[in-house]
């Protein structure tokens, strides 16, 4: 997301969908809920109208959203959008998710819904594209023109640095999630990557490293 925002021909906007999630499944245990449900409609018609399909006054827009959000969602409106799954390990989404929910479940990380959302897709004609976090991270400048190629939207220069620190596009939910991102200045490799999986979790890890090679082939 911060790649997308900081160019100069770019609208984005955080995980519009949260508020919605929060409210259909009365999840109650993430940080700043009560501020995330002010900030954002839950209806799911209103979340349509008024932030993803907005007017616009820039050509591209960026819509960040994560699968698990969209539970009990009718993915029509998906087909009208062109589609990128960023996926990644699941040893470090598990990790990374622990540090903020103690004891996440599948529902939380949302690597099967992700490729529930990624089938639909496929058995509609829509292909999605599928990208791994850690070829970007070997490779950013040649995995992101392949990516702005496929999307037919020319590459640049600015996507590859930002400025350290908050962007005005975070969602109210940033003081909680993105310590390690507002440090980064770019497509670098963080520290917390090695962090060890909680044992309790190795069930979820094992769970989920199915859904991510599935993912991982499209």
Known sequence: ?????????????????????????????????????????????????????????????????????????????????????????????????????????????????????ARYLIDQGKQPIVIDSNDILSDPQGQLSELCTKLDIPFSDQMLSWKAGPIKQDGCWAEHWYSNVWKSTGFQKQKTSSRELPQHLTGLYEESLKYYNLLNSI
Do not use: C
């Open 1 to 117: 997301m911060y790649s997308f925002a900081n160019r100069s021909d770019t609208e984005v906007v955080d995980e519009p969908m949260y508020a919605y999630y929060l409210t259909h499944t009365g999840v109650d245990y993430h940080p700043g809920t009560q501020s995330i449900l002010e900030s954002q409609p839950g209806d799911i018609e209103q979340v349509k109208d008024q932030l993803i399909f907005q007017a616009l006054e820039e050509p591209i827009y960026f819509i960040k959203g994560m699968a698990h959000h969209y539970e009990d969602v009718d993915l029509k409106f998906l087909l009208e959008l062109s589609n990128v799954f960023l996926i990644r390990d699941p040893h470090q989404l598990i990790a990374s998710f622990a540090q903020v929910i103690e004891t996440p479940t599948m529902r939380d990380i949302g690597l099967k819904r992700e490729w529930e959302i």
